[in-house]
Nanobody, 120 residues
Framework: VQLQAFGGGLVQAGGSLRLSCAAS????????MAWYRQAPGKQRELVAK???????NYADLVKDRFTISRDNAKNTVYLQMNSLKPEDTAVYYC???????????????WGQGTMVTVSS
């Protein structure tokens, strides 16, 4: 089971980017999915989370600018980032709570991270 993130890059302040993260492998079920970020010299922080049913919550710093969504049929989570600011520069990681076919319980899995750089 793995998570693979796509969509990072360099963008000017005020611009937009869309991240995607696809889960693959012997997946029996996926629960919550989320995006975290880690800026240089800082701790990893939660950006947004979405439940299997579509309920969402956001960090205050990104509320009204970022939108998390998911496609359960594709085992994919997205992060639409608008009105980007230089302080949004970070490595963005996707995370999912998943159960493999042979597991009795769920575990947390992390993607490899994708770099987002916002220039001023």
């Amino acid at each position: 089971v793995q998570l693979q993130a796509f969509g990072g890059g360099l963008v000017q302040a005020g611009g937009s980017l869309r991240l995607s993260c696809a889960a693959s492998g012997n997946i029996a079920s996926i629960g919550d999915m989320a995006w975290y970020r880690q800026a240089p010299g800082k701790q990893r922080e939660l950006v947004a989370k979405i439940t299997h049913g579509g309920s969402t919550n956001y960090a205050d710093l990104v509320k009204d600018r970022f939108t998390i969504s998911r496609d359960n049929a594709k085992n994919t989570v997205y992060l639409q980032m608008n009105s980007l600011k230089p302080e949004d520069t970070a490595v963005y990681y996707c995370q999912a709570t998943m159960r493999r076919h042979w597991d009795f319980s769920c575990s947390n899995y992390w993607g490899q991270g994708t770099m987002v750089t916002v220039s001023s």
